[in-house]
Structures are given as C-alpha cells and as structure tokens.
C-alpha cells in the first residue's frame, strides 16, 4: 500500500432519543386532563403536575409541566396544533410505558408520531 491510505470514512453521529412524540386533535387543555388521569390511574395516586419553563428550540409549546414518578421526572409539553413531547426518564428501558396505552382510552385521537431527539427538547 503506498504511503496515502485510504481513510476511514467518520459515520454521522447518531441521534439521542429521549422520548416520544404524540399528536392529539383534543386541545391543550384536554389532553392535558387526559394525561393527568392515565398517569394517575397508572401511579394509583392524584399526580401533581407542575408548570415548568421552555429552553428549547422555537417555536414554545403553550404548556409544559412537569410530573414525579417512581422513575424520576417526566415531561410533557403540548403545542396549539396538537403535537406533543413526552419525555420520561426511563424512556430507554421502556419506550412505550402503560401510560401510553392508558393515555389513548382516553383520547382516542391521540397516535404517536416520533422520537423526540435530545435537541429537540428543553426545560430549566
């Protein structure tokens, strides 16, 4: 081989996923109920859900809270157009929980869409 080798092409890094993207054609406020009672149903407790501030990319969700679990923290945010990113901390181990499933009995519009990549998310 002479003395220019051929170079090892560099792969793209790959993406960090983080959690899930859902669509609802319910509203804000709505699917935010929704939530609120499949995430009680599956924590057999009323959950607390506290508003937590955006430092993502635009545009802003119109609402993001914040809920505690047994596994950490999980986020919810929820544009006016129906989208929404669902961030749970054990979204790794289980990337489709109970709540889902217990989320769409309740909204029957509700259909995931995708993976929320780490960049694509933010709250602080």
């Given amino acids: 081989m002479g003395i220019f080798g051929r170079r090892k092409q560099q792969r793209p890094a790959q993406?960090?996923?983080i959690g899930r993207k859902f669509h609802s054609d319910v509203g804000v406020e709505s699917s935010l109920a929704n939530f609120r009672t499949a995430l009680g149903q599956q924590?057999?407790?009323?959950?607390?859900?506290?508003p937590v501030r955006w430092t993502?990319?635009?545009p802003?969700?119109?609402r993001v809270v914040a809920a505690r679990t047994a596994q950490g923290t999980a986020y919810l945010a929820l544009w006016v157009d129906g989208?929404?990113?669902f961030v749970a901390p054990d979204y790794h181990q289980t990337?489709?929980?109970?709540?889902?499933g217990l989320w769409k009995?309740?909204?029957?519009?509700?259909?995931?869409?995708?993976s929320v990549q780490a960049d694509e998310f933010?709250?602080?």
């Fill in 43 to 50: 924590m057999s407790v009323e959950p607390v859900l506290t």
């Fill in 95 to 100: 990337p489709t929980p109970p709540l889902v």
């Fill in 122 to 124: 933010g709250v602080g």
């Fill in 60 to 62: 802003a969700p119109e």
């Fill in 56 to 58: 993502g990319p635009d």
């Fill in 83 to 85: 989208a929404m990113h």
């Fill in 105 to 114: 009995m309740r909204d029957g519009s509700l259909r995931g869409t995708g």
């Fill in 15 to 17: 993406p960090e996923y």
